[in-house]
């Protein structure tokens, strides 16, 4: 007579269990989107921050736009989801911060009291060493700063995704499955406009709502007389919008003080909260919100007050 196994009820990753070798694949399997699951019940909303080709300012508009969100007082989470170039904690100058462990997972890094990040820079141990994985062992670093991962309640949870099409936005798509939107940052020139136009229509066959285009790197104005510089052209991120039949979310134009700020470990939006670019970052906050208060099962609430 076969003995039926009794359901596991421990809250850790099986990877640390030392009775998960008891445990069939199936079983493990089971446990761990159990797990999985779990932490995704305490996230509101999830948003993925995608872009066609790299060197667009996606990571720049994920880190200010989680920095937005969290002044006005939302719990954000933000994953650095780029394994091979994870930038998130230097741009916001909290590269040095250790990983500490909570509850039989990890503790994210607290930049703000309502902004908390995890990336892959906090487990390389020498920074100039590439990352050389293939899609599974990706797949399952992702699977793991979710589950593995003491997020807590969240209002947002916004992953920056590498550039393209490939294994993470794949596996993050998987992972949540209930994705409320992409949103899709790219440059006005030609050749950015033509991968980005990859970006909303991968959304589309993965069923995942087009939040919108951001048109990031829009123009700059002359310190000198104050005239539109069209260093990238101007423009074509709501032409492109238009022709894909999703919404604009606003033109981010070229400040140097950006470059400088994330060179700093400094979030532009609280450096600089009168800029133009502040401005256009807050709108597009604010669309983000909009969105998700008209989605019909949905009460715009915070997190805070709910757990």
């Known amino acids: 007579m076969t003995r039926e196994k009794e359901t596991c009820e421990v809250d850790s990753s099986c990877g640390t269990c030392d009775k998960s070798s008891s445990c069939s694949p199936e079983e493990r399997e089971t446990h761990e989107r159990e797990r999985l699951d779990k932490r995704l019940g305490g996230i509101r909303h999830k948003f993925m921050v995608m872009s066609g080709k790299g060197g667009v300012g996606?990571?720049?508009?994920?880190?200010?736009?989680?920095?937005?969100?969290?002044?006005?007082?939302?719990?954000?989470?933000?994953?650095?989801?780029?394994?091979?170039?994870?930038?998130?904690?230097?741009?916001?100058?909290?590269?040095?911060?250790?990983?500490?462990?909570?509850?039989?997972?990890?503790?994210?890094?607290?930049?703000l009291p309502n902004l908390h990040i995890i990336s892959m820079a906090y487990l390389i141990q020498n920074k100039d060493n590439p990352v050389v994985w293939r899609g599974p062992l990706k797949h399952n670093a992702i699977s793991q700063f979710i589950s593995e991962v003491e997020w807590g309640p969240l209002d947002f949870f916004i992953v920056d995704l590498p550039p393209g099409?490939?294994?993470?936005?794949?596996?993050?798509?998987?992972?949540?499955?209930?994705?409320?939107?992409?949103?899709?940052?790219?440059?006005?020139?030609?050749?950015?406009?033509?991968?980005?136009?990859?970006s909303v229509n991968f959304s589309r066959v993965l069923k995942i709502p087009v939040i919108g285009i951001v048109e990031n790197m829009s123009g700059m104005k002359c310190p000198h007389c104050g005239k539109d510089i069209p260093?990238?052209?101007?423009?074509?991120?709501?032409?492109?919008?238009?022709?894909?039949?999703?919404?604009?979310?606003?033109?981010?134009?070229?400040?140097?003080?950006?470059?400088?700020?994330?060179?700093?470990?400094?979030?532009?939006?609280?450096?600089?909260?009168?800029?133009?670019?502040?401005?256009?970052?807050?709108?597009?906050?604010?669309?983000?919100?909009?969105?998700?208060e008209n989605k019909p099962t949905y009460k715009m609430q915070s997190a805070q007050s709910q757990f």
């Open 165 to 198: 099409t490939g294994d993470e936005p794949l596996s993050v798509a998987h992972l949540i499955k209930n994705v409320d939107g992409s949103i899709v940052v790219t440059t006005p020139q030609d050749v950015a406009l033509l991968d980005s136009r990859k």
């Open 58 to 111: 996606k990571t720049t508009v994920a880190i200010n736009l989680s920095v937005v969100l969290a002044m006005e007082g939302l719990r954000v989470g933000l994953l650095d989801a780029d394994i091979h170039g994870p930038n998130v904690p230097k741009m916001l100058g909290v590269e040095l911060k250790p990983l500490g462990g909570a509850g039989g997972g990890l503790r994210p890094i607290e930049v």
């Open 231 to 292: 260093l990238f052209k101007i423009g074509g991120g709501e032409k492109a919008a238009k022709e894909l039949n999703v919404p604009f979310l606003g033109r981010i134009p070229i400040d140097p003080e950006m470059v400088q700020t994330c060179d700093r470990g400094m979030p532009y939006v609280t450096s600089y909260p009168n800029s133009e670019a502040t401005k256009v970052l807050q709108s597009i906050a604010q669309q983000c919100k909009e969105y998700v």
